[in-house]
């Protein structure tokens, strides 16, 4: 799979959602291991639940990111890192 296809991945207990434009896929492997895999200049854990591909932001509202039509929440621990990986000051 390309994973420029991947606009983000949820976790969820024992079982990650991997969202794409048009499908989703599940996946039985930790968060962290995605972490690992994925390039970190494309993607960013923001949430101890999410990782995200960060070319795929439309917005940031508050503690949330917009990705396509779906709201992914920031958090607090994270949020420094992203606003300064994506040149964002405050």
Known sequence: ????????????????????????????????????????????????SYIVNLSKIKSIKGNMVEIQANEIPIGASYREALMTMLGING
Not at 24 to 47: G, N, P, Q, T, Y
Request: aromatic letters at 10%.
């Open 1 to 48: 799979m390309d994973h420029n296809q991947i606009n983000y991945i949820e976790a969820e207990r024992a079982c990650n959602t991997v969202f794409l434009d048009d499908k989703r896929l599940f996946a039985s492997m930790h968060l962290k291991l995605f972490e690992d895999i994925l390039s970190k200049e494309k993607f960013m854990r923001i949430h101890r």
